[in-house]
């Protein structure tokens, strides 16, 4: 079956540390695999997207994520997390069914950065 | 600037109601999808339609119906409002951008 994910619900790190939200996949072919970022009462921000090319994708904010095939995981990264990057994060995959795409969403999860 | 647009952000409906959920976009994407979100359980995919007229089931179809007459408009319908169709909304273009949400809530 066709998944993703997001195997922690909340992330806390200090600001001006690094971060890192995990996200995992299983899907048949080459995968598309998104991220998106969520503040609250809105809908969801486009952060970066890896489709085919080099495996370390960079993206909005700061952010980055690096594509790891043999370990089907996406990561998201940023090097210093500042408080305004907290919020709710989600990873996505595009999948194919019946002769079109669509995409999955992990269950998110809550990065909070800590002043 | 490309945007999907929402029609409401709050609604309050009984239950039995019909209920429609509408959905602009001005990209000229052929794909559209609605999605509810829910704690812990992230974004499901209801339905999506990739082309006009054509529409496809998702995860959780049940209780649902859409709508794509026109290329730039998806709706979403809800045949019988229930208690358990409280959620938040969220249409998306392609894979971005999504609508600012609607937040239903079923009485």
């Known amino acids: 079956a066709q998944s993703v994910a997001q195997p922690e619900d909340q992330v806390n790190v200090a600001e001006g540390n690094p971060l890192t939200v995990k996200c995992t996949y299983s899907?048949?072919?080459?995968?598309?695999l998104f991220w998106y970022v969520q503040y609250p009462n809105r809908g969801l921000q486009f952060l970066l997207k890896?489709?085919?090319?080099?495996?370390l994708v960079k993206g909005s904010y700061g952010f980055e994520a690096e594509f790891n095939k043999s370990q089907t995981s996406f990561h998201l990264k940023k090097p210093s997390a500042l408080v305004s990057d907290s919020a709710l994060y989600f990873c996505?995959?595009?999948?194919?069914?019946?002769?079109?795409?669509?995409?999955?969403f992990g269950t998110g999860t809550r990065l909070k950065v800590l002043a | 600037d490309v945007k999907v647009t929402q029609s409401s952000r709050y609604l309050v409906k009984r239950t039995g109601e019909k209920v429609f959920l509408e959905c602009v976009q001005d990209?000229?994407?052929?794909?559209m999808f609605w999605y509810r979100q829910d704690p812990g359980l992230g974004l499901r995919l209801i339905y999506f339609?990739?082309?006009?007229?054509?529409?496809e089931k998702g995860d959780i179809p049940e209780g649902y119906s859409v709508s794509r007459e026109k290329k730039e408009r998806f709706s979403l319908i809800l045949e019988s409002a229930s208690t358990n169709q409280t959620s938040m909304y969220l249409c998306?273009?392609?894979?971005?951008?999504f609508g600012q949400g609607t937040r239903l809530t079923v009485v």
């Open positions: 998306a273009s392609s894979a971005s951008p």
């Open positions: 899907v048949s072919g080459n995968p598309y």
């Open positions: 890896y489709i085919t090319g080099d495996n």
């Open positions: 996505a995959v595009r999948a194919p069914t019946s002769g079109t795409y669509k995409y999955i």
């Open positions: 990209m000229d994407h052929e794909n």
């Open positions: 339609s990739y082309d006009v007229k054509m529409k």
